[in-house]
């Protein structure tokens, strides 16, 4: 079952970030995960929230995405996108509505 990591993210040294960027793509990619909303504006229909920019990865699974956070390869990536953002990750898995088998 697909899982989703959700980002909110405040760039704030974006020369870093286009580094992190560049870095961190391939990665994503290696461990199944892609782009499914990539900083596009939002809205709110009810309440108040403002995640800024946000960002949201589809993965196979919720252990491929602790498999890419947790890898030898993105641990060095992690200072660089705290050095260049602030940011919230959050993980969630996705709902199968296929029922009992």
């Known amino acids: 079952m697909s899982a989703y990591m959700i980002v ?20 994503i ?12 504006p939002h809205e709110n229909l009810e309440g108040e929230w403002d995640p800024g920019r946000l960002i949201v990865f589809e993965f196979p699974s919720l ?5 890419f956070y947790g890898s030898e390869e993105y641990q060095p990536l992690i200072p660089i996108r705290e050095r260049s953002a602030n940011s919230v ?4 898995d996705g709902y199968d509505d296929a ?3």
Do not use: M, S
Not at 63 to 67: P, Q, S, V
């Open 8 to 27: 909110q993210l405040e760039i704030t040294d974006q020369e870093g970030f286009n580094e992190y960027i560049k870095l961190v793509v391939p990665q």
């Open 29 to 40: 990619h290696a461990y199944g995960g892609r782009y499914i909303v990539r900083g596009a």
């Open 63 to 67: 252990e491929a995405i602790h498999e």
């Open 89 to 92: 990750l959050t993980v969630v």
């Open 99 to 101: 029922g009992p088998a």
